[in-house]
C-alpha cells in the first residue's frame, strides 16, 4: 500500500533537482567561477582526438635554433631584429632566436665567422678589412643606409671643422675605419683613451671628444642635462654602410632558406617598430638597463631616415649597391687601412633580400 505514495515522492525529487539544475545556471558576467576552471582543458583543446581535423601524426613544426650577436649594448639600431622577436616574426619563419648583446669587448665578427653565431652586425668598410684578413664573413643587408658616426663635442666647444678636433682627448671605439679614415685624412694629432661605453670620462673633461652615433649618445646625454653636439664623420666625405648584417660564408651556403626567412622576419620587424617602437623599447630595456627607456623613444625616431632612406626609399629594406662597395674600398686603400684588392661581390650580397 506504500508504493504509489514512493513513487510519488521520488518522482517530485527528482523534478526539484532538474528544476534546480537548471536555475542555477549563471547569467553573464556573474560568474564565481575561476578563469581558470573557465578555459577548456589541455588534454581537450591539444589531443588530436578533440579536433577531427587533427591527425594523429600530426606534430608541432620544430624551429630552427638561431643565435644573433649584437655588435653593440641592446639599443634601437637593433629596432627591427626585437620586433621581428616580440612580435613572433622569427617563429612564423620556422626560427627560434635569441639575441645576445655585445660591447667594446666583444668581436661580434669573429663569433659569427666561427660559427658561434648564426648572423651578426658590421660596418661595410669592417667587413672588407676582415675579409682581407682572412674572416669568411659575408654582409646579406644594409641595416643603416648611411653612417651617424661622429666625434661627439660638449656643446660650450663650438666646433665647425675638422681642424677644431686636434689636440684634444678622444675616447674612441677601436678597429673603426671611419675614425682612423678621418685621422689620416686630416692628419689629427689626438690624445687617444679607449671608450669603455660609459660616459662618465666624456662628463668629466669638457674640452674632450667621445667616438659614437648622432642617433645615440647625445640623445643620452640630454637626458642626463648635458648639451652635446655631434660631428658626423661622414663630412669628410667617407659613408659607408654603417650596420650590415652578416653570416658566414658556410652558413650562407648551407642554409639560404633560413637566410632569406631571417631577413623577411627583420624586414617585418623594421616595419612594426618605427609604429611601435614605445613597446618594443621595453623589450630592449630589458637587455640595455643602463639606457632610459625615453632615450630609447628619442633614437628610434633618429634612426628612421638611416633604415629608411637612402636607396631603401625606394628599393625596400636592406638593399645594398656595388659602387657604394667599391667606392669604400677604393678610401680605405687610400689611405692605407686596405692594403689589397679585396672583391666586393664576395663580401656581399642582396640575393637573399626579401623581393
Known amino acids: 500500500m506504500f508504493k504509489k505514495p514512493f513513487k510519488l515522492t521520488l518522482l517530485l525529487l527528482i523534478t526539484t533537482v532538474v528544476l534546480a539544475a537548471c536555475g542555477g545556471k549563471a547569467e553573464p558576467g ?7 576552471s573557465a578555459k577548456p582543458s589541455a588534454s581537450a583543446s591539444q589531443s588530436p582526438a578533440a579536433s577531427p581535423s587533427a591527425s594523429p601524426e600530426e606534430k608541432p613544426k620544430e624551429l630552427r635554433k638561431i643565435t644573433v650577436q649584437l655588435g653593440w649594448f641592446a639599443e634601437p639600431e637593433y629596432g627591427g631584429e626585437y620586433a621581428a622577436l616580440v612580435q613572433g616574426y622569427f617563429e612564423e619563419e620556422g626560427l627560434d632566436v635569441t639575441i645576445k648583446p655585445g660591447g667594446p669587448k666583444v668581436n661580434g665578427r669573429q663569433i659569427v665567422a666561427t660559427g658561434n653565431a648564426e648572423f651578426g652586425f658590421a660596418k661595410a668598410d669592417t667587413v672588407l678589412q676582415n675579409r682581407e684578413e682572412g674572416l669568411p664573413i659575408v654582409a646579406v643587408a644594409a641595416a643603416l643606409q648611411g653612417s651617424p658616426q661622429a666625434l661627439i663635442f660638449h656643446k660650450s666647444q663650438n666646433i665647425q671643422s675638422f681642424e677644431d678636433l686636434n689636440g684634444r682627448t678622444a675616447f674612441f671605439v677601436p678597429g673603426v675605419p671611419a675614425y682612423e679614415y678621418v685621422k689620416k685624412k686630416y692628419n689629427l694629432q689626438l690624445k687617444e683613451q679607449v671608450t669603455d661605453g660609459t660616459l662618465v670620462r666624456f662628463l668629466a673633461d669638457e674640452t674632450s671628444l667621445l667616438h659614437g652615433f648622432s642617433t645615440s649618445e647625445p640623445i643620452t646625454l640630454k637626458e642626463q642635462g648635458v648639451e652635446a653636439e655631434p660631428f658626423l664623420l661622414s663630412e669628410s ?3 659607408p654602410y654603417e650596420i650590415t648584417i652578416i653570416t658566414s660564408e658556410s652558413f650562407l651556403k648551407e642554409n639560404p632558406e633560413v637566410v632569406k626567412g ?3 622576419a627583420v624586414k617585418k620587424g623594421w616595419a612594426y617598430y618605427f609604429d611601435h617602437f614605445e613597446e618594443v623599447n621595453v623589450r630592449i630595456h630589458e637587455d640595455n638597463k643602463e639606457l632610459p627607456i625615453p632615450a630609447m623613444n628619442e633614437q628610434a ?3 628612421k631616415p638611416f633604415v629608411t632612406g637612402g636607396d631603401a ?3 625596400g629594406f636592406g638593399v645594398m649597391k656595388e659602387a657604394r662597395w667599391e667606392e669604400n674600398k677604393k678610401q680605405l686603400l687610400e689611405v692605407g687601412l686596405l692594403k689589397n684588392d679585396v672583391d666586393v661581390n664576395e663580401a656581399f650580397t642582396t640575393e637573399y633580400l626579401p623581393k
Not at 30 to 35: E, G
Open 237 to 239: 666625405g667617407y659613408d
Open 301 to 303: 625616431v633618429a634612426y
Open 30 to 36: 556573474a560568474s564565481s567561477a575561476s578563469p581558470e
Open 313 to 315: 626609399a625606394t628599393e
Open 262 to 264: 631571417y631577413l623577411r
